[in-house]
Structure formats: structure tokens, C-alpha cells
Antibody, heavy 116, light 107 residues
Framework: EVQLVESGGGLVKPGSSLKLSCVAS????????MHWIRQAPKKGLEWIAL????????YYADSVKGRFTISRDNSKNTLYLEMNSLRSEDTAMYYC?????????WGQGVMVTVSS | DIQMTQSPSFLSASVGERVTLSCRAS??????LDWYQQKLGEAPKLLIY???NLHTGIPSRFSGSGSGTDYTLTISSLQPEDVATYFC?????????FGAGTKLELK
């Protein structure tokens, strides 16, 4: 069974940094691209980043480009999202999701709150 | 970026009723359109991918259709467990973009 488990969220002040993790199991992690998607409270979904299976390519939404960095460690079956210069508008539930004909598998999400 | 417009934003329907949700793209997305269901407090769940392919384990009362810029999710006979918000997602081009959602409630 595919499982994705996010961690690392919390309450931080504007301008701070935070690093999210997503541990994957139940599939060959090193064979799949991985995404981060977020959802602000009572709002819709926003795709924010993609990393190819071998880290050869990375893509970002304009809203996070230059501030967030997606990475992965295939030896640890773990996806990361390093978030710098956090703003109040980054407050959201952050989900990791696995590529492949739509987002078939999602984590349970991790909450990030940016507030002074 | 491709804009995805869902309608209606809110829908109230009765058990057993046929329900149709719409999603319109700002340009042709070549059928790279998915539908997701999100229940309160849960992560989204894939229902349909590439316009009309039912994801594993999804009841057959859900179906999708469309082409070009216009796409539809149909629930043939609404069940109480279908109360949720439904999002469409285009995967034709970067950045992938979601619609704002249709909140479906029971009448």
C-alpha cells in the first residue's frame, strides 16, 4: 500500500524558514516524480513544486519560485520542501503527492502557519 | 497560466438525483483533466483522470466527459457519502492548475 507521510510543519514568524519532509513507502520511490501541493484555509488547491524521479528537473509555481526548494533523497525514500522568506500567504496545509496519471496518492498533509 | 473555472460553486441536490459539475479551461487542455473529491478534513482523492478514466475503487456512478476546453463530472445517482467539494485539475501544461471547486451538499 502506498503511503506518504508529511512532517515538519508548525507556526513560524514572517521571514522565517521551515523544511517539510514526506516519507514514502509501498512503491519504488526512485522511479516517480513527486509534487508538493498546498491548500490555504478554506481555499482551493495550488500546485507548487515538482521534482523528477532522478532530481534532473524541478519546477515551481511563480508564487514560491526563488523562496522554496524541492529536493529528494532516494536512498531515504524522502521528499523535501525547504521554505525560506515565509509570508502570511504561505499559510496552508501542504501535501506531497506522487506523479502518474493524476495524483493517485496524497499524504495526510502538514499545516504551516506563518504569523507574527 | 491556464485558468480553470468550475461551476456551480455550490450545489444542493437530493439523494438519487443525477448531478453534473462543470469545469472550463481558458485554453485547450487536450483531455488532460482530472477530478478530485475532498471531504471535510481529508486530503483530496482522485476520482477520474484524463477526462473519463475512473480511478481504481471509485464507484461507477461517477463518470467524466469532455474535450477541448469544456469538461463534466457526472454523478448518476447521488449518495449521502458524496457530500464533498470537487476540484478539477488540468495537467496539460505547467503550471498545473486547479479549479476553485464545487461544494456539493444534500438537499
Amino acid at each position: 500500500e502506498v503511503q506518504l507521510v508529511e512532517s515538519g510543519g508548525g507556526l513560524v514568524k514572517p521571514g522565517s524558514s521551515l523544511k517539510l519532509s514526506c516519507v514514502a513507502s509501498g512503491f519504488t520511490f526512485s522511479s516517480y516524480g513527486m509534487h508538493w501541493i498546498r491548500q490555504a484555509p478554506k481555499k482551493g488547491l495550488e500546485w507548487i513544486a515538482l521534482i523528477y524521479y532522478d532530481s534532473s528537473n524541478k519546477y515551481y509555481a511563480d508564487s514560491v519560485k526563488g523562496r522554496f526548494t524541492i529536493s529528494r533523497d532516494n536512498s531515504k525514500n524522502t521528499l523535501y520542501l525547504e521554505m525560506n522568506s515565509l509570508r502570511s500567504e504561505d499559510t496552508a496545509m501542504y501535501y506531497c503527492a506522487k506523479s502518474g496519471g493524476g495524483y493517485r496518492n496524497w499524504g495526510q498533509g502538514v499545516m504551516v502557519t506563518v504569523s507574527s | 497560466d491556464i485558468q480553470m473555472t468550475q461551476s456551480p460553486s455550490f450545489l444542493s441536490a437530493s439523494v438519487g438525483e443525477r448531478v453534473t459539475l462543470s469545469c472550463r479551461a481558458s485554453q485547450n487542455i487536450n483531455k488532460y483533466l482530472d477530478w478530485y473529491q475532498q471531504k471535510l478534513g481529508e486530503a483530496p482523492k482522485l476520482l477520474i483522470y484524463n477526462t473519463n478514466n475512473l480511478h481504481t475503487g471509485i464507484p461507477s456512478r461517477f463518470s467524466g466527459s469532455g474535450s477541448g476546453t469544456d469538461y463534466t463530472l457526472t454523478i448518476s445517482s447521488l449518495q449521502p457519502e458524496d457530500v464533498a467539494t470537487y476540484f478539477c485539475l488540468q495537467r496539460n501544461s505547467w503550471p498545473y492548475t486547479f479549479g476553485a471547486g464545487t461544494k456539493l451538499e444534500l438537499k
